[in-house]
């Protein structure tokens, strides 16, 4: 059996009096990518700020690496090793790149750990070392995205939460951006939860996928089946009664199954 890193238990978060997430449970396996898809307001959000405690569930439990965490403040939730990328990306605009990822490392004391993770976040990303000393206000859309993931990098996390790290982007970009989560995965072990809308996309580079609609899980399965699935070829990636075979870009990493 996989080691389940997250564990989610029939949340239940509401905004106000509306029901947001109804009765959600699933698992993050160790070392896994692993894909929400939903259209919007499906609730895909509110998972993740449930989870990294930015929203407390009225109903249901979280567990991280064995340990409950709903209820903790989010920086308690970030100390445990759990880094979450929000929507919009929310980098401090005022700040140079350079200390922006500084930001992400704030928690840390370890000075050789931090040189050896910037340098490691300037070879996935060579042009935030490019603009190391602009403001991050003034950089583009993609590469204020590739700035927020590496920020989260810099506190050295276990798992990271991804909230629709596509939405914007041109395509170059996009493709661009989950090679680089691919090899976040692969090369440093980090687990990842995707939220993300591009489902063609996210179902190549994750392992496994649950599908939400309207607050509620409908589906799940590997990757593989769930791009064979008729439902899911039709309404997220657009294809009618035809083959998407052959088309996977990434290796997997297989370890955590």
């Known amino acids: 059996m996989a080691d389940t890193l997250l ?44 989870v990294s405690g930015v ?13 409950p ?11 445990r090793g759990l880094a979450h990328v929000p929507e919009g990306r929310e980098v401090f ?25 910037l340098e490691a976040v300037y070879e996935y990303f060579p042009v935030l070392r490019a603009r190391a000393e602009q403001r991050a206000g003034s950089l583009s859309g993609g590469e204020q995205q ?23 982007l041109a395509p170059r970009l996009v493709k661009e951006i989950f090679e680089i989560i691919g090899r976040i995965n692969r090369e440093r072990g980090v687990t990842v939860l995707l939220v993300e809308q591009n489902a063609n996309m996210a179902l190549h580079v994750a392992h496994y996928g649950y599908v ?12 593989e089946r769930l791009l064979e699935k008729e439902d899911i070829k039709e309404f997220y990636l657009g294809v009618k009664d035809a083959s998407i075979r ?6 997997r990493k297989k370890t955590w199954r």
């Not at 052959?246 to 290796?251: E, P, V």
Request: proline content about 5%.
């Open 212 to 223: 939400l609609e309207v607050g509620r899980i409908v589906m799940e399965d590997t990757c």
């Open 146 to 168: 590739m700035l927020a993931i590496s920020r989260a990098l810099m506190a050295r996390p276990t798992m990271m939460l991804l909230d629709e790290p596509s939405l914007g």
């Open 69 to 79: 965490i709903h209820g903790l403040d989010p920086d308690k939730v970030a100390r």
């Open 7 to 50: 564990e989610v238990s029939n949340i239940e978060t509401y905004y106000g009096p509306i029901m947001a997430i109804r009765g959600v449970s699933f698992t993050v396996p160790r070392g896994a990518i692993v894909t929400i898809l939903g259209a919007n307001g499906a609730g895909k959000t509110t998972i993740l700020r449930t």
């Open 93 to 117: 605009p005022l700040l140079t790149v350079r200390e922006n990822l500084r930001m992400g490392a704030d928690a840390r004391r370890d000075a050789a750990g931090i040189a050896a993770d």
């Open 55 to 67: 929203m407390d569930p009225q109903k249901g439990t979280v567990a991280f690496d064995g340990r």
């Open 246 to 251: 052959g088309t996977r870009r990434w290796k």
